[in-house]
């Protein structure tokens, strides 16, 4: 199947400071990508959609201005998490598809705030 | 709006006795459905998937998965556990074949 990597597998830091994830697909062309968030013992809740070149679509109660998303390649979708907080510790999941394929999952971000 | 159940947060098997794990869907279209396993502190893993060819689906690890339109059902079964089964398991419904909505997942714990 296709590879998707995440960047980094897991950081720490300090609470105030901002956090970068990135997600790229190493042999296709993402032409959306997905965000999730996993609390421990939890399940994944989708977090947004983005498209390349597109402002990303955030779900329900999922603060655009905290969590923002860049999609600006077809191989490569940022999520930075600003001003982070203890509470915005968590596992973060990127997945990336080609078009009219299915998602390819990266290997998550653990995000510790603190 | 799609969803999906897993009852039993978690499923105890000794090695060597048949695995199942149970998934209930709901959705207003023909669905695609998913079955992802996920070890500690790691991504998600596909095991098989159903996209409306048969319904009985084999996926990696000797798991297979049939799926039953009459039950909404699309429950995971593997005839004989080994250890390295352990992890957790989630079922996962999906309207175009990449946005996933994800059940609550159940641990499969085996024991020797």
């Known amino acids: 199947g296709a590879v998707v990597s995440q960047h980094p597998s897991w950081v720490i830091c300090k609470s105030g400071t901002s956090v970068k994830i990135e997600c790229r697909s190493l042999d296709f062309q993402a032409t959306t990508m997905f965000w999730y968030r996993q609390f421990p013992k939890q399940s994944l809740m989708l977090m947004a959609t983005?498209?390349?070149?597109?402002?990303?679509?955030?779900e329900q109660g999922v603060e655009k201005d905290k969590f923002l998303i860049n999609h600006a390649s077809l191989t490569l979708s940022t999520l930075t998490v600003t001003s982070a907080h203890p509470e915005d510790s968590s596992f973060y999941i990127c997945?990336?598809?080609?078009?009219?394929?299915?998602?390819?999952f990266g290997q998550g971000t653990r995000l510790t705030v603190v | 709006a799609q969803s999906v159940t897993q009852l039993g947060s978690h499923v105890s098997v000794s090695e060597g006795a048949l695995v199942l794990l149970r998934c209930n869907y709901s959705s207003s279209v023909p669905p695609y459905l998913f079955w992802y396993v996920q070890y500690p502190n790691q991504g998600l893993q596909l095991l098989l998937k159903y996209t409306s060819a048969a319904t009985l689906v084999k996926g990696i690890n000797g798991f297979e998965a049939e799926f039953k339109k009459s039950e909404t059902s699309f429950h995971l079964t593997k005839p004989s556990a080994h250890m390295s089964d352990a992890a957790e398991y989630f079922c996962?419904?999906?309207?175009?074949?990449?946005?996933?909505?994800f059940g609550t997942g159940t641990r499969l714990l085996v024991s020797p």
């Open positions: 983005s498209n390349e070149g597109s402002k990303a679509t955030y």
């Open positions: 996962a419904v999906s309207e175009g074949f990449q946005k996933l909505v």
């Open positions: 997945s990336a598809a080609g078009q009219g394929t299915e998602a390819f």
